[in-house]
């Protein structure tokens, strides 16, 4: 089991920054791979960024490459994503998720958190 807890979200002006956070329990957290996933008013959940359980491999969608970056602390059990030069369009709830094997499919994640909120304003 896996328990994810995202945080950092929050309400900003278009090209400014943030950085959001996932905090797992448990004790494989450094077995998963995680990704961040973002769900607009009326849209369906779409896929970010990804990355593998060592960090290796990263994957981004390409309406977030060059703007986004996703890492991670093993030892703290936490997953980051920097967020730069913020859209308005990036304006979703963003959730972070747990997987066995990277992947950019929603169906392939076992774990999810609740969600943080993310406005960018115009």
């Known amino acids: 089991q896996v328990q994810l807890v995202e945080s950092g979200g929050g309400m900003v002006q278009a090209g400014g920054s943030l950085r959001l956070s996932c905090v797992a329990s448990?004790?494989?957290?450094?077995?998963?791979?995680m990704g961040w996933f973002r769900q607009a008013p009326g849209k369906e959940r779409e896929f970010v960024a990804a990355?593998?359980?060592?960090?290796?491999?990263?994957y981004y969608t390409d309406a977030v490459k060059g703007r986004f970056t996703i890492s991670r602390d093993n030892a703290k059990k936490t997953v980051y994503l920097q967020m730069n030069s913020l859209k308005p369009e990036d304006t979703a709830v963003y959730y972070c998720?747990?997987?066995?094997?990277?992947?950019?499919?929603?169906?392939?994640?076992?774990?999810w958190g609740q969600g943080t909120q993310v406005t960018v304003s115009s």
């Open positions: 990355i593998s359980w060592t960090g290796d491999s990263k």
């Open positions: 448990g004790r494989t957290f450094s077995s998963y791979a």
């Open positions: 998720a747990a997987a066995t094997s990277v992947s950019g499919s929603y169906s392939s994640y076992d774990y």
